[in-house]
């Protein structure tokens, strides 16, 4: 049995619970989307050329590369049919508690953008939805964010605390406003020319300030429409030069602080998803249609690579494939390696759960 089917029959045994019983069209697609994801991991790019490659079939490979385009071009293939039944099964296994949500874009495919809306589960960010659109320079506009904020707020749960994080690109006024009539929080970084006023009258913002000090104005408003009361926040983080500027609805500055580093996590997530991963930078589809579908393939690859790099440090097994005096990767890098290291040796995979983030 070729890699390729190894990883694809693991795929398909690990989603049974989620995906138990599909018959016509509906199954064929979603062994087509197990062989995508499969052909990803395997070939460890996101070019249809090398996915067919690691994919067994009597087909020429060729062939393969106008199945798979086939299956990405179906307007009935969708994160609907796949990947929110997915995320009905997984979000209940890593919701234990109040939900930092983890907004960032970048670029993928060609000439195409990415945001990304992502859970930080223990340390690591898990990605639950997201938007795509043309053009590879700039930000997200606003109507973007408020369009991923609803289709949040239809697949989270109503009865827990959101937090929703993001940089500069997220501090739009009517994005906030939405933020709060859903009941949740924020915690976002501004410009250092932001214009915060107390009383109608403007306040100073310092330029600078010492390692880990920080100033904070509360209940002070927001831009020239007085949006507020917000949190000001001045920071300059240990060992840093610059002073990082943050807006939020939280009281206690150290709370909203400790939520704001956790974005950190979303850098680790795209890099694994692209250079370090999948390179979905490099893929040259600039459908957005099919790359939502690619993107959805390589989401629910990274969820399953997460998985293997906890079992391999659960099991101790990462002594093996990495240095024992310390660990300097993630989970998904680690997965990777122990992948690898099972499919050159050729050892069985083993048997991982969708279910078992926990």
């Keep these: 049995m070729s890699d390729g089917s190894k990883v694809f029959a693991e795929l398909k045994r690990s989603l049974k619970k989620i995906f138990p019983k599909m018959s016509g069209h509906e199954a064929s697609h979603f062994s087509t989307l197990l062989h995508m994801t499969a052909g990803m991991i395997v070939s460890k790019h996101c070019h249809l050329p ?26 009935s293939v969708n994160v609907d049919l796949f990947f929110i039944p997915f ?6 296994t890593i919701i234990n ?3 930092s949500l983890i907004l960032d874009g970048s670029v993928v495919g060609r000439n195409s953008a990415c945001l990304m809306a992502s859970i ?12 795509m659109r043309d053009g590879r320079k700039g930000h997200f506009k606003e109507r973007y964010h ?51 006023t107390q009383h109608g009258k403007p306040i100073q913002l310092p330029k600078r300030l010492k390692q880990s000090q920080l100033i904070i104005f509360q209940g002070v408003s927001f831009t020239k429409v007085y949006y507020g009361p917000i949190t000001f926040i001045a920071w300059r983080p240990e060992n840093q030069k610059n002073i ?32 370090k991963g999948f390179h979905l930078q490099k893929s040259h589809i600039s459908d957005l249609c099919r790359l939502n579908n690619l993107i959805m393939a390589a989401c629910i690859g990274y969820i399953w690579i997460v998985l293997l790099g906890k079992y391999a440090v659960n099991k101790g097994l990462n002594r093996i494939f990495h240095r024992t005096e310390r660990c300097d990767l993630s989970l998904f890098q680690l997965g990777f390696r122990f992948i690898e290291y099972v499919l050159n040796n050729d ?9 078992e983030l926990a």
């Excluded at 995320?87 to 209940?92: H, I, T, Y």
């Excluded at 501090?171 to 709060?180: H, P, R, V, Y």
Aim: net charge positive; with cysteine; aromatic share 10%.
């Design 146 to 196: 408020i369009e991923l904020l609803m289709i949040l707020k239809s697949i989270l749960p109503s009865d827990v605390e959101i937090t929703i994080i993001g940089d500069g690109e997220f501090d739009g006024i009517e994005f906030l406003q939405k933020i709060e009539e859903h009941g949740w929080n924020y915690v976002t970084r501004t410009a250092k020319n932001a214009r915060i």
């Design 87 to 92: 995320l009905e099964k997984l979000l209940p």
């Design 50 to 75: 090398k996915i067919a490659g690691k994919i067994k079939s009597a087909a020429k490979q060729e062939s393969i590369v106008i199945k798979l385009k086939r299956w990405m071009n179906n307007k």
């Design 120 to 131: 930080v589960y223990k340390n690591r960010a898990i990605p639950i939805s997201w938007l």
């Design 97 to 99: 508690g109040p939900i």
């Design 347 to 355: 050892k069985k995979i083993p048997k991982i759960h969708f279910m």
């Design 244 to 275: 990082i500027y943050l807006i939020c609805n939280y009281l206690s500055a150290n709370k909203a602080i400790q939520y704001y580093k956790k974005r950190q996590s979303i850098e680790t997530f795209f890099s694994d998803l692209k250079t």
